[in-house]
């Protein structure tokens, strides 16, 4: 059974840190990249950041977190990580795990993020 549960999500204050873990099971980890997605309330699902399979190479930041976001994965553990610094109240968003490769991708339920004083 395909997995991938992600954890870490809770309410900080602005300009506090978070890390967000994707666990995953079910398929063949190190086959896929991973992405980080998050949703804010009344708008659309957007990439925030994404890592290639074996994490080599360059990650994939939106503008809006460049800088403050930093995505990673440990292929022995099959869990990628999301760690987020400097964080302000518009990441208040849930925030999704996808594996990807070619055609074939895989969700988390996601974790809820909020960042208020």
């Known amino acids: 059974q395909v997995q991938l549960v992600e954890s870490g999500g809770g309410l900080v204050q602005p300009g506090e840190a978070l890390t967000l873990s994707c666990a995953a099971s079910?398929?063949?980890?190190?086959?896929?990249?991973i992405q980080w997605h998050r949703q804010a309330p009344g708008k659309e699902r957007e990439l925030v950041a994404g890592i290639s399979s074996n994490g080599n190479g360059n990650n994939l930041y939106a503008d809006s977190v460049k800088g403050r976001f930093t995505i990673s994965r440990d292929n022995t553990k099959n869990t990628a990580f999301l760690q987020m610094s400097s964080l302000k109240p518009e990441d208040t968003a849930v925030y999704y795990c996808r594996a990807i490769m070619g055609r074939s991708s895989y969700w988390g339920q996601g974790t809820q993020v909020t960042v208020s004083a």
């Open positions: 079910g398929f063949t980890f190190t086959h896929y990249a």
